[in-house]
C-alpha cells in the first residue's frame, strides 16, 4: 500500500494530519529536478491531492543559494540532495512555483528568522484548527 493510499484512508476517518511534503514535492524534485517524463509525474501529483484533499498548503519560499548555504552551514552530512549543484535546486524551486499554479498554498516567506518562520506557521495551522473545532457538525 502506497503512503498516498495510507494517508488517504487515515485522511477520510477524519483525523487532522500534518505532514511535510507531499505531492506537490514530485512536482519539485522528479519533474523539474530530476527531470521524470512531465505527463507522468503531473499524473502523480494530481492523484495524490485528489486522495489526500489538503485543507491548507503551506509552502516555504527562500532563495535556492540562500536555502542551500543554510543546510550546509548547518549540517556536516550532506545526502543525495545537499551535493546536488546550484542548477538543481534552481529547477527544484521552479518546480514549486509550477505547482502553486495548480495547487493553492499559503507563501511564507523562508528567508526570515527561523522565529518569524515558525510564528507564521503555527498562525495558519491554528486559524486551520479553529475553524474545524468550530464548524457545525
Known amino acids: 500500500e502506497s503512503l498516498i493510499e495510507l494517508l488517504g484512508a ?4 477524519g483525523p487532522i ?4 511534503r507531499g505531492p506537490l514535492s514530485t512536482a519539485a524534485y522528479q519533474i ?13 501529483v494530481e492523484h495524490g491531492m485528489k486522495r489526500l ?21 548547518h549540517s556536516s ?3 543525495y540532495f545537499e551535493n546536488q549543484p546550484l542548477s538543481y535546486f534552481e529547477r527544484v524551486a521552479e518546480g514549486y512555483k509550477q505547482a502553486l499554479k495548480r495547487y493553492p498554498a ?6 526570515q528568522p527561523i522565529e518569524q518562520v515558525h510564528k507564521s506557521t503555527m498562525q ?5 484548527l479553529e475553524e ?3 464548524r457545525p457538525a
Open 32 to 44: 523539474y529536478g530530476g527531470g521524470i517524463d512531465p505527463s507522468v509525474g503531473w499524473s502523480h
Open 77 to 79: 552530512k550532506h545526502d
Open 17 to 20: 494530519m500534518l505532514h511535510d
Open 10 to 13: 487515515q485522511r477520510t476517518a
Open 124 to 128: 495558519h495551522i491554528n486559524n486551520l
Open 53 to 73: 484533499k489538503p485543507d491548507l498548503i503551506i509552502m516555504y519560499e527562500c532563495d535556492p543559494h540562500v536555502a542551500l548555504t543554510r543546510v550546509r552551514q
Open 132 to 134: 474545524k473545532t468550530n
Open 106 to 111: 499559503v507563501i511564507i516567506d523562508a528567508s
